[in-house]
């Protein structure tokens, strides 16, 4: 039980193009759901949390209008790199947070890598 | 803010050897430290979690402690196996159950035959 998906594992793309990531969790109801983003050897950095049918909440220097962050459901959270730059590839995570447990536990997906040429 | 720091950056240990892997948090005043295995590409998975009330907890091979005073947690792994080589992050969470995860930069490990 409680996996999370992320759709595409790996992306290629031309610098100015947008690129959608989805995250998805497949055996449980999530209401939060948390973006990371890492880069080679650093850890992961949280860009924005996401809560069901709400704003995203952005962390301190991430910039809302270029990562577009959308939790329309219970199950689904999608980041948007808009007018994506080299600057922006990285390894972007996404974490679902299950309601109903103990602790509130995250769990992790297992990552999309963004390429930008 | 919340500082996590993971030393040392990169370790590489003959099969069999015990190994200790350190994490040091800056605030003690944290809810839970979660310890995390993530292979090269890959996402994360949790190994062990001990909460602020807990000293240790332990999984197979796996043992993690954790020392609030002195903002740190250990992680060792028994007869360290080839099959153990990757990278392990420590994170912390602050305040309570709801607070976010404040994430170590990894220790990458390398376990040869």
């Known amino acids: 039980g409680a996996v999370v998906s992320q759709h595409p594992s790996w992306v290629i793309c031309k610098s100015g193009t947008s690129v959608k990531i989805e995250c998805r969790s497949l055996d449980f109801q999530a209401t939060t759901m948390f973006w990371y983003r890492q880069f080679p050897k650093q850890s992961l950095m949280l860009m924005a949390t996401?809560?069901?049918?709400?704003?995203?909440?952005?962390e301190q220097g991430v910039e809302k209008d270029k990562f577009l962050i959308n939790h329309a459901s219970l199950t689904l959270s999608t980041l948007t790199v808009t007018s994506a730059h080299p600057e922006d590839s990285s390894f972007y995570i996404c974490?679902?947070?299950?309601?109903?447990?103990?602790?509130?536990?995250?769990?992790f997906g297992p990552g999309t890598r963004l390429l930008v040429l | 803010k919340q500082e996590v720091t993971q030393i040392p950056a990169a370790l590489s240990v003959p099969e069999g050897e015990n190994l200790v892997l350190n994490c040091s948090f800056t605030?003690?005043?944290?809810?839970?430290l979660q310890w995390f295995r993530q292979d090269p590409g890959k996402g994360l998975t949790s190994l062990l979690l001990?909460?602020?009330?807990?000293r240790e907890q332990t999984s197979g091979r796996l043992n993690a402690s954790l020392d609030k005073s002195s903002g740190r947690s250990t992680l060792y792994i028994a007869a360290s196996q080839p099959g153990d080589s990757a990278t392990y992050l420590c994170a912390s969470k602050s305040t309570d159950s709801w607070g976010k995860l404040q994430f170590g930069a990894g220790t990458q490990v390398v376990v040869t035959p």
């Open positions: 001990i909460q602020s009330s807990q």
């Open positions: 996401s809560n069901e049918g709400s704003k995203a909440t952005y």
């Open positions: 605030d003690s005043a944290i809810y839970n």
């Open positions: 974490s679902a947070r299950a309601l109903l447990t103990v602790g509130k536990t995250q769990y």
